[in-house]
């Protein structure tokens, strides 16, 4: 059996691993990732180890460069060969060496070097799918996804808002303590995610010689999203649950909810049998942004947004399950997750505000309906009821 295909039952491991680095992985559009510093190899080995790939040298001057290491994981030496071999467009000695790298990899399971794992990964994907294995260069692109999301969350504050319809898939999540996450291909915005714009964008118009681009996209196929407001004041100090645009956008204009919930750390940062689960906020950017470029950040391709829509204040809970294959997945919430307060629009049907209120009848959750600020008439104010 080829070694990435024992990945399928490997994606997500279970073990938590950390970033090391604070600065955002660098995707290129040849498939190659690149990082700044890797545990245990000084920059300047790794500068020297890059340059001897890129430029194709012999391998013999990889081998003299990590001879003056005696302690670095047993992947590395083939990793550095097979991008070496790649880069002279020797594939079946790449395919060879990189075989044997994810293999070693496998075998050792290192809590370490990171970054390093995820090149591999990177680079395996392509190599296997110049190679036409395409269904191992889905798993070795879905094995470095579930490494990158698999990080150390930003502090968020764990008070976060869902504006949302009363509809029986709103009031189920309600009654099974979930979350449902979603395909970025059914979410409101049809340019989300840049990410997978990105490669669209080059599978439809520059595929040619870019074999690595349809497992890719496919291996990002695994991504779902739930969208959460930061329930912190905005620029003119208003609660976000006062926002008119949100009401009208995603609360069924004014007769839908608003639910706070209050997520556990366990919650916020978590790896399980299937999944990987992060909080990350949304970064709101130039209302230009051109996807023809030779690179593309994950904090762009995943979290980037025009400034239009920073009225939103969003935080994203992104989740990678390479098991599930539906658009929309629900995750239950932990025994300290729980929804603390709910909103209801000033339009809301009394016969709703009762079901969503005998559900939650036995929780330690508070009840409000919005109205109108005849201070201001920009804004909502609530009253308890």
Not at 169 to 185: A, F, G, Q
Not at 212 to 224: S, Y
Not at 273 to 298: C, H, W
Not at 365 to 381: A, G, P, S, V
Request: charged content about 30%; hydrophobic content about 35%.
């Amino acid at each position: 059996m080829p070694a990435a295909r024992r990945f399928a039952q490997d994606i997500i491991n279970g073990r938590d691993m950390e970033e090391k680095n604070d600065k955002p992985t660098i995707i290129t559009r040849d498939g190659a990732f690149c990082y700044d510093s890797v545990v245990e190899l000084s920059k300047k080995t790794i500068d020297d180890l890059d340059h001897i790939s890129k430029k194709g040298q012999e391998l013999s001057a990889i081998d003299s460069v990590l001879d003056e290491y005696s302690n670095i994981p047993s992947f590395v030496l083939p990793y550095y060969h097979a991008r070496c071999n790649y880069s002279l467009n020797r594939i079946n000695a790449a395919v060879s060496c990189v075989d044997e790298a994810v293999s070693k990899l496998v075998e050792e399971r290192p809590a370490t070097e990171n970054e390093l794992q995820m090149c591999l990964w990177g680079l395996a994907g392509e190599i296997y799918a110049n190679a036409d294995r395409y269904a191992d260069s889905v798993n070795a692109y879905s094995r470095y996804l579930a490494m990158h999301f698999n990080i150390k969350p930003e502090s968020i504050c764990n008070k976060l808002l869902s504006f949302r319809p009363i509809s029986k898939y709103s009031l189920i999540d309600i009654i099974n303590k979930e979350i449902t996450v979603s395909h970025p291909k059914v979410m409101n915005d049809p340019f989300d995610t840049i990410y997978l714009q990105w490669l669209d964008y080059y599978d439809q118009n520059d595929d040619k010689g870019r074999k690595h681009i349809r497992p890719m996209l496919e291996a990002m196929g695994n991504v779902r999203i739930r969208c959460f407001v930061n329930n912190q004041l905005d620029v003119t100090d208003s609660e976000p649950v006062s926002n008119i645009l949100m009401w009208s956008h995603y609360a069924d204009s004014h007769r839908g909810m608003c639910l706070e919930y209050r997520f556990s750390d366990k919650f916020m940062n978590q790896t399980n049998d299937d999944s990987v689960l992060r909080f990350r906020k949304v970064n709101y950017g130039p209302d230009a942004l051109s996807i023809k470029s030779e690179q593309m950040t994950t904090d762009i391709g995943l979290l980037q947004k025009c400034n239009a829509w920073e009225y939103e204040n969003e935080v994203r809970l992104i989740s990678f399950a390479p098991n599930r294959k539906d658009d929309f997945i629900p995750i239950k919430l932990d025994d300290g997750s729980y929804i603390s307060r709910v909103f209801f629009g000033m339009n809301c049907p009394k016969r709703d505000i009762d079901t969503v209120r005998s559900i939650l009848s036995d929780e330690k959750t508070k009840f409000y309906q919005m109205e109108k600020d005849w201070n201001n008439i920009y804004h909502l104010k609530y009253r308890e009821i």
